[in-house]
């Protein structure tokens, strides 16, 4: 292919049998990258879709390094995530791997382009919605250690942000056996200044506790 692309100009080029191995849409970013003079050798290939070869060609138009991302083995939104984080200048070989879906490179992005230590939740054990909790928690500087744990969801892992952030002693509902909605009652009824440890059982529904916590609430107000 590269002998081909030295020696023929884009007209001749497109009336090659070479070029028309290609579909409409891979016909069209290969043009595209020979109209804007880049090395189309390095997506000028039947392995990349076109909505692959279109971001490779973004990423070379912005004169970033493609040896992370011209890969076929990546989908065209990792390819996305890898080519925003280089434009940005950051370290992308924390996320560049196939075994990341791309949203969990979009979150590990986000969380090196804010200077925070990405290497708590860049791992392939977390849903990219648990990275995202905890990518908020050490934005906001809270110990996340306290729920940086594949064994609870990003529903529980918010419960227990939201309380670090307000200084609550989370210790109190921050366990596996807590229910997203358990955790939450406990949570309200610590701003509340109540006595959780009243409806603070795993035994009770969340259902249950509200209507505890509600009554404790109304006991309070009387006093």
Same mark, same amino acid.
């Given at each position: 292919?590269?002998?081909?692309?030295?020696?023929l100009n884009i007209e001749n080029l497109t009336k090659t049998e070479w070029f028309?191995?290609?579909?409409?849409?891979?016909?069209?970013?290969?043009?595209?990258?020979?109209?804007s003079d880049i090395d189309i050798s390095k997506y000028a290939n039947p392995d990349f879709d076109a909505n692959q070869m279109e971001?490779?060609?973004?990423?070379?138009?912005?004169?970033?390094?493609?040896?992370?991302?011209?890969?076929?083995?990546?989908i065209a939104f990792q390819i996305k995530e890898i080519v925003s984080g280089l434009i940005n200048k950051i370290d992308v070989s924390i996320?560049?791997?196939?075994?990341?879906?791309?949203?969990?490179m979009k979150e590990s992005r986000k969380g090196l382009e804010d200077n925070l230590n990405v290497s708590i939740y860049a791992k392939k054990d977390f849903r990219f919605q648990?990275?995202?909790?905890?990518?908020?928690?050490?934005?906001?500087?809270? #110990? @996340? $250690?306290?729920? +940086?744990? /594949? !064994?609870f969801d990003e529903y529980q892992m918010n419960e227990i942000r939201l309380g670090l952030e307000r200084g609550l002693n989370i210790s109190l509902y921050a366990k596996k056996d807590y229910s997203r909605k358990q955790m939450r009652e406990i949570r309200i009824g610590l701003l509340?200044?109540? #006595? @959780? $440890?009243?409806? +603070?059982? /795993? !035994?009770?529904?969340?259902?249950?506790?509200?209507?505890?916590?509600?009554?404790?609430?109304?006991?309070s107000t009387l006093k």
């Open positions: 292919m590269e002998k081909i692309y030295n020696n028309n191995q290609f579909n409409k849409e891979q016909k069209r970013e290969i043009r595209w990258g020979l109209e971001q490779i060609r973004i990423g070379l138009l912005s004169n970033v390094d493609p040896t992370l991302f011209v890969n076929p083995d990546f996320y560049a791997k196939k075994e990341f879906e791309w949203l969990q648990q990275m995202e909790e905890i990518r908020w928690g050490l934005k906001y500087k809270v #110990d @996340v $250690s306290k729920y +940086a744990i /594949p !064994e509340d200044n109540l #006595d @959780v $440890s009243i409806f +603070a059982n /795993p !035994e009770y529904t969340w259902e249950e506790m509200k209507e505890i916590r509600l009554e404790l609430l109304e006991e």
